[in-house]
Nanobody
Framework: QVQLVESGGGLVQAGGSLRLSCASS????????MGWFRQAPGKEREFVAA????????YYADSVKSRFTISRDNTKNTLYLQMDRPKAEGTAVYYC??????????????????WGQGTQVTVSS
């Protein structure tokens, strides 16, 4: 079983920076592909970024490419999302999600098996 706990959310100004963290209690973290998704009020949860278990392969939504960076530290069982120059439309609850061990990295939320409780990010314009 994998338990995920996000942290680091809060209020940030558009054009500022914020870093989200996701701590995993799973023993297989170093072999889990991981992703960040977000859900704004009244909208579906959408893909933000994903990384392979090694961190060598990363995917980004077009809306955040070149501004957000996903990374991981397998020695600390922690996933990160560095958010630079966020935009007001990025206000949402951000979720960390994990695939089953040894599954490939994916942009599709339906392929993720575990997720945390989310952390609120509010971007002020």
């Amino acid at each position: 079983q994998v338990q995920l706990v996000e942290s680091g959310g809060g209020l940030v100004q558009a054009g500022g920076s914020l870093r989200l963290s996701c701590a995993s209690s799973g023993r297989t973290f170093s072999s889990n592909a991981m992703g960040w998704f977000r859900q704004a009020p009244g909208k579906e949860r959408e893909f933000v970024a994903a990384t392979s278990w090694s961190g060598n392969t990363t995917y980004y939504a077009d809306s955040v490419k070149s501004r957000f960076t996903i990374s991981r530290d397998n020695t600390k069982n922690t996933l990160y999302l560095q958010m630079d120059r966020p935009k007001a439309e990025g206000t949402a609850v951000y979720y960390c999600e994990a695939r089953q061990a040894e599954a490939a990295v994916s942009r599709a939320r339906s392929e993720y098996d575990y997720w945390g409780q989310g952390t609120q990010v509010t971007v002020s314009s």
